[in-house]
């Protein structure tokens, strides 16, 4: 958990960063977010693209790739990436130099109210027109542009990873435990006692990070309304003590009385909650094939490596959403500044985004477009090419990870008293009364 007074600085720039961008708009050069074919030369300058992202990351090193392969026959062209992989920094950084008016040609953002304020202001280029006029529109997952595209269904970011988050298990565990896979939400808690009662600990946790719990937070809601849910909660036109708040805070609860999650798991970190997994400690663990690297290749534990399998996420009685239908996010998107777009940004986007499907599937990622063939390790196991193969069978809906759909102190909030929650030390009507309280003071 960030240290209050950081905490409240960086709550205090944000609501700084949003006065000043509804003062600033004005000031801002109009442009047509729709004009995606400028006519004029092209001449090379350096264009910037302010990202947060790991700097060792796939999406970096193949855009630098494709930089230096356009700058061959572009001579005087560079990119210049503008780094900052911790996200609340990011946020701070990009929410500014946008209330100046300074955003460069291309910069990183969830699709947040935020960013869809700038979208209306026509600070950014129609994603939609932009991949249709460069013939690319059909090439992309359809769950990929859907995860960057604002309520109304408008898409202003460009999606440059695909990712499936799965519940990693070990069936040995499970069978020792003598239980088996949840086929409901509901079973979780059975599922766990089980466990607990054969001293196996149910579900590997990084508690510290809290955005691994928010999780399990939006899997009720979305099986029971899809998005709708969240999307009203942070228009203010729903409540935590709706009966999707009500159900969700229950079901939290109830996963802690059956002792899913480690004692301190608060505390544990992302690299000892997968330890505690791939060291054959805890039966299942929650995370994405951002981490097929380690869970299914040779650099598994052998010990566990041929009892290690994934199920999706299961579903609930009366479920508005489909079994093929989970958490499949495509990261942070990429925007456009309308403000800078010209011939030389359009032409480097074309270049760019046909370019990039192939060098980013080469690295074993999954690719955000149909058109790349992700490449499997030798030294993979079959899990990779299964989860490989399951990204083309996954449906439209996506259950929105809801630390990128709140406010940032709505979003705290709820991060908080998660963690109060599922230890037990406030109640689910505790939990919802709070959280609606929290609501309330950060929509005015």
Known sequence: MPR?????????????????????????????????????????RE???LLSRPADGGVIAA?????????????????????????????????????????????????TPF??????????????????????????????????????????????????????????????AGTQIP???DDFPAMCTALRGAGITPIALNGQDQWPLERYMAYYPFRMTGTDYIR???????????????AAAQWLYDLGQAGCFPEGFSSTGYADAQALFTSGKAAVYNIGTWELSNLATEALNPDVRDTVDYFTLPTIDGAVTADNEFVTPSGIGMAVNAQTYDPLVRDFLGFALERYPELYAATGALSPTTTAQTTIPADATELYSRLVALADEVGPAIAMPWDTQLDPATNTRLQQELTLLVQGDITP???VTT?????????R
Not at 65 to 92: C, K, M, V, W
């Open 4 to 44: 209050p007074t950081r905490t409240a600085a960086f709550l205090a720039t944000l609501t700084a960063a949003s006065l000043a961008l509804s003062a600033c708009a004005g000031a801002a050069t109009i442009a047509d977010p729709t004009d995606v074919n400028p006519e004029g030369e092209i001449v090379p």
């Open 47 to 49: 264009i910037s693209w």
């Open 63 to 111: 855009m630098e790739q494709i930089a230096d392969e356009y700058a061959a026959d572009h001579p005087g062209f560079s990119l210049n990436l503008i780094t900052t992989p911790d996200r609340p920094s990011y946020i701070q950084k990009y929410e500014t130099l946008a209330a100046a008016n300074k955003l460069p040609e291309l910069f990183d953002t969830d699709a």
């Open 115 to 176: 960013a869809q304020k700038l979208a209306g202001q026509d600070r950014m280029v129609d994603i939609d027109v932009l991949l249709d006029d460069l013939g690319l529109a059909d090439d992309y997952r359809e769950a990929a542009l859907n995860y960057q595209r604002f309520d109304d269904g408008a898409l202003y970011m460009v999606p440059f990873e695909f990712q499936l988050e799965v519940f990693w298990y070990n069936s040995a565990l499970l069978e020792q």
């Open 183 to 185: 086929a409901t939400l």
């Open 232 to 246: 009203d909660l942070k228009n203010g036109d729903a409540s935590f003590a709706d009966p999707t708040g009500q």
């Open 429 to 431: 009507d505790e939990f």
């Open 435 to 443: 959280m609606d309280a929290a609501l309330a003071e950060n929509l």
